[in-house]
T-cell receptor
Framework: SAVISQKPSRDICQRGTSLTIQCQVD?????MFWYRQQPGQSLTLIAT?????????ESGFVIDKFPISRPNLTFSTLTVSNMSPEDSSIYLC???????????FGDGTRLSIL | QKEVEQDPGPLSVPEGAIVSLNCTYS??????FMWYRQYSRKGPELLMYTYSSGNKEDGRFTAQVDKSSKYISLFIRDSQPSDSATYLC???????????FGAGTTVTVRA
């Protein structure tokens, strides 16, 4: 499996601001994903980060709110834009090392919006 | 009806007991089945990964898949306090990266 590092690990932000979360993997991976885990709930897929092209968003998530970049095979960012208290959540990066292999997760970014 | 059903518990057992966790699902296209363990303030950690029906054993952990019943299980033998965590089942169809997760079961192993 790969070693996945997420930064920041946690943050407290003001309403209306934006925060960019970084995901760095120690080896090249085929697929990278971003999830949201709200308190006491399971994981919801936000989008698939595609290298060199626009991310693929799931129903209910839009690029203006959650812009994603993936400039290479080891790095991706997720921005949470114009934040409101409803965006308080854990944001997780996951990777698929090989096609049809299992996904491995980072430790997440715990985000609180005041 | 949710695509994947998992009893959220909580489940509390004494040290040394067998922990039994399960999930049911409705999508017959699911072929890949996973169990993740999530400690507080950590990301999900892959425990077991199985394809199609059958059993898989890894140390104290056994995963079972019964596709005819759309039912998967995870057994933890000789449970330890360090096994206290939330256990998530997840599954996907062939050629589909999208994972469908259960709600997670919170397990506490009492010393």
């Amino acid at each position: 499996s790969a070693v996945i590092s997420q930064k920041p690990s946690r943050d407290i932000c003001q309403r209306g601001t934006s925060l960019t979360i970084q995901c760095q993997v120690d080896s090249q991976v085929t697929m990278m994903f971003w999830y949201r885990q709200q308190p006491g709930q399971s994981l919801t897929l936000i989008a698939t980060a595609n290298q060199g092209s626009e991310a693929t968003y799931e129903s209910g998530f839009v690029i203006d709110k959650f812009p994603i970049s993936r400039p290479n095979l080891t790095f991706s960012t997720l921005t949470v834009s114009n934040m409101s208290p409803e965006d308080s959540s854990i944001y997780l990066c996951s990777v698929e090392v090989s096609l049809s292999g299992p996904q491995h997760f980072g430790d997440g970014t715990r985000l609180s919006i005041l | 009806q949710k695509e994947v059903e998992q009893d959220p518990g909580p489940l509390s057992v004494p040290e040394g007991a067998i922990v039994s966790l399960n999930c049911t699902y409705s999508n017959s296209a699911f072929q890949y089945f996973m169990w993740y363990r999530q400690y507080s303030r950590k990301g999900p950690e892959l425990l077991m990964y199985t394809y199609s029906s059958g059993n898989k054993e890894d140390g104290r952990f056994t995963a079972q898949v019964d596709k005819s019943s759309k039912y998967i299980s995870l057994f933890i033998r000789d449970s330890q306090p360090s096994d206290s965590a939330t256990y998530l089942c997840a599954m996907s169809a062939s050629n589909d990266y999208k994972l469908s997760f259960g709600a997670g079961t919170t397990v506490t192993v009492r010393a």
